[in-house]
């Protein structure tokens, strides 16, 4: 059973990076990540390149990552959720759910430059620390 679970709107930047600091940091593979939107798998497999790099930076390779949809069964089977995305995105279930804390404040670098995923990734960072130290 998976412990932790990171979602964002569509799980090609920020929650895969939570996700990856997560289990790089805690030497395990206790979170998970997951997206709003149902891509179709063809368009979307893998994170984002400039996510792949900037983790990279970082020494954590995330380029065999695949983007998920975020399941009522991921939810089920988490301890802990933590949402990278507004609320007014989140379907019904999610919102009703006791184990949701929403991380406010880190906007969706998609189609930015490069240094704002860098910024992203350090804010992500720096609260995935604070929720392991805690």
């Not at 975020?70 to 988490?78: F, H, I, K, P, R």
């Not at 933590?82 to 906007?107: A, H, M, R």
Request: one cysteine or more; glycine letters at 2%; proline letters at 3%.
């Amino acid at each position: 059973m998976k412990k932790v679970l990171f979602i964002c709107y569509g799980n090609v930047a920020r929650s895969q990076m939570a996700e990856a600091f997560y289990n790089h940091i805690t030497d395990s593979s206790d979170a998970i990540s997951a997206g709003l939107l149902d891509f179709t798998p063809a368009k979307y497999v893998h994170p984002i390149k400039d996510v792949i790099d900037v983790m990279a930076e970082e020494g954590i390779d995330v380029s065999q990552n695949k983007v998920k949809f975020l399941t009522q069964d991921m939810l089920d089977n988490s301890e802990k959720v933590y949402v990278l995305c507004e609320k007014d995105k989140c379907p019904g279930f999610l919102l009703q759910s006791d184990k949701v804390t929403f991380w406010e404040n880190i906007s969706d670098p998609y189609q930015t430059s490069v240094n704002n995923f860098r910024d992203k990734r350090d804010l992500i960072k720096e609260r995935v620390l604070s929720l392991i130290k805690n």
